[in-house]
């Protein structure tokens, strides 16, 4: 597949108000992106680290302050902001004992996190970390030999059943879709004609799907 074949991952931000409350909500936004975004490997890295930039706001800015989450790819890295109104208030790394219950969040985020930092503006501050995802470009595909194989069998594919309308090295996410449906419509035609059960397999391969990207997303 060539470059033309790359996933969107358009940035986007959230207004909040920092509240405890708010915390589980902005994690399960944030998840729910990543899985879109195909990114679910670093999705509890990314959840821990933005609940610490977070929870900082609502520590040391102070409860009900207007904030904003913004995330975005930086690179092949995705990036995670928290903009709040206080250039004051700025986060640091601190030394904090094991039995301490305060001064562990930046420290988190400093050990999960590639690289981290604060920009001062007029108005505001942002906190932001940045988590690598092992991606080549903002745009690719997370390398895998599932993936891979994946990616030739529609090359190959899309050329027999599309030979005037593409060519293998030019299929796009949109049309490679199209193709993956081609392909998954006539694997069941060839389990029924050999008296395969074809729900059955549909609900298997679901299966070690799931358990594949769950074990995926607890590996790293």
């Known amino acids: 597949?060539?470059?033309?074949?790359?996933?969107?991952?358009?940035?986007?931000d959230l207004a909040f108000t920092a509240e405890p409350t708010e915390v589980a909500a902005l994690r399960r936004i944030l998840r729910i992106h990543l899985g879109i975004w195909g990114l679910q490997d670093i999705a509890n890295e990314a959840q821990l680290c933005m609940s610490e930039l977070v929870a900082n706001v609502i520590t040391h800015v102070g409860h009900g302050t207007p904030a904003t989450l913004a995330v975005s790819m930086s690179g092949s890295h995705l990036r995670i902001e928290v903009h709040d109104p206080d250039t004051r208030a700025l986060p640091t790394l601190i030394e904090a004992g094991l039995d301490s219950e305060a001064g562990r969040g930046m420290t988190l985020v400093d050990g999960l996190a590639d690289r981290w930092g604060v920009q001062l503006h007029p108005n505001r501050k942002v906190t932001?970390?940045?988590?690598?995802?092992?991606?080549?470009?903002?745009?690719?595909h997370c390398d895998s030999p599932r993936v891979t194989r994946a990616e030739m069998l529609l090359g190959l594919y899309g050329a027999t059943q599309r030979p005037q309308s593409v060519a293998p090295s030019k299929l796009t996410t949109a049309v490679a879709e199209e193709v993956a449906i081609d392909v998954i419509a006539d694997l069941l035609h060839w389990l029924r004609a050999h008296g395969c059960d074809t729900e059955d397999t549909l609900d298997r391969a679901q299966m070690h799907f799931e358990v594949e990207v769950d074990a995926g997303s607890h590996s790293r």
């Open 1 to 12: 597949m060539s470059q033309e074949a790359c996933m969107s991952r358009k940035p986007w």
């Open 128 to 140: 932001w970390c940045e988590l690598a995802t092992g991606l080549s470009s903002a745009t690719g």
